[in-house]
């Protein structure tokens, strides 16, 4: 789901002016992690509980990990110790958490229905097409996201899914719509 990450460009400048030079860093993250589990044959559960990633200066930065011993930002190190940071797996990596939100704020919808189909494998019914969508920037409705995402999900057609997905997407609302704890 990284394929094309380096080219997301609909993130909102005003409210991230620093994603575009990260997206890179973020999605080469992720490839190092990966490569490192299988090469090493690492278990399973890693992908979700890892304690460790891979990052650079400007990463390390961006997650708040001390960047003593990074000799410039195109050194990539192992970081151990990432849970202790509220990170930890691919649920705690910024390009995971980046590619499932909106362009100024996070969406525990599309996070928890991500979740759900890719890492649990469920199968979920496509939203209704009269659903109305929820504004891309919470501030203009005085309401929080999750306050939004209740409204919407009490919804007859909606409240079976999102009954299914909402508790996943609420779990990652620490992060920002680019990552970053907020």
């Known amino acids: 789901h990284l394929y094309d990450f380096e080219s997301l460009d609909e993130k909102s400048e005003r409210h ?26 690492g278990p399973v559960l890693e992908i ?6 891979f990052l650079n200066a400007d990463l390390a930065r961006f997650y708040g990990v001390s960047t003593n011993g990074f000799s410039g930002s195109d050194e990539w190190r192992r970081v151990s110790g990432l849970r202790s940071l509220g990170r930890g797996g691919i649920l705690g ?5 980046a590619r499932q939100s909106g362009a100024s704020r996070t969406s525990p919808i599309l996070r928890g229905n991500w979740i759900s189909e890719v890492i649990l494998g469920e199968k979920l019914p496509k939203p209704p097409k009269d659903v109305p969508r929820l504004p891309e920037d919470e501030s203009l409705e005085q309401l929080t996201v999750r306050h939004l995402t209740e ?10 899914c999102h009954r299914r997905i909402d508790a996943y997407g609420f779990s990652l609302e ?9």
């Open 16 to 41: 991230f002016p620093e994603f575009r030079g990260l997206r890179g860093a973020m999605r080469e993250e992720s490839v190092r992690f990966f490569t490192d589990l299988f090469r090493n044959n």
């Open 48 to 53: 979700l509980d890892a304690d460790h990633s």
């Open 93 to 97: 990596q910024a390009s995971t958490l």
């Open 151 to 160: 409204k919407h999900s009490t919804d007859p057609k909606c409240s079976g």
């Open 174 to 182: 620490s992060f920002d719509a680019v990552g970053q704890i907020g």
